[in-house]
């Protein structure tokens, strides 16, 4: 198993930053994706951002240029620095994370986070 820890969500005025960071703890091993997903009051909850273990990074179109996702395999540790915050980025954010076992693909979510960007 794998736990999976968020911390750095809050309130922001539109603008804004917030740094969001997740720590994975357990049967880290063998990790290949990290990443951020969000959902919104009454919404589906989407990829926000993800990176494998190998530095390739996934941006959501809306989130391209903002926000900036980064990975350090060593700490089991993935962030996401979002800058130029909007109303619209409002949700709570989830870290995942997911590895193979043989053939079988474990994911992994945490607990999620709260950012609410006022405007």
């Known amino acids: 198993q794998v736990q999976l820890v968020e911390s750095g969500g809050g309130l922001v005025q539109a603008g804004g930053s917030l740094r969001l960071s997740c720590a994975a703890s357990?049967?880290?091993?063998?990790?290949?994706?990290m990443g951020w997903y969000r959902q919104a009051a009454g919404k589906q909850r989407v990829l926000v951002a993800e990176?494998?273990?190998?530095?390739?990074?996934t941006y959501a179109d809306s989130v391209k240029g903002r926000f900036i996702i980064s990975r350090d395999n060593g700490k089991n540790t993935v962030t996401l620095q979002m800058n130029s915050l909007k109303p619209e980025d409002t949700a709570l954010y989830y870290c995942?994370?997911?590895?193979?076992?043989?053939?079988?693909?474990?994911?992994?979510w945490g607990q999620g986070t709260q950012v609410t960007v006022s405007s």
């Open positions: 995942s994370a997911w590895k193979l076992v043989f053939t079988r693909r474990d994911d992994y």
């Open positions: 357990g049967s880290t091993s063998g990790i290949f994706v």
């Open positions: 990176i494998s273990s190998g530095g390739t990074t």
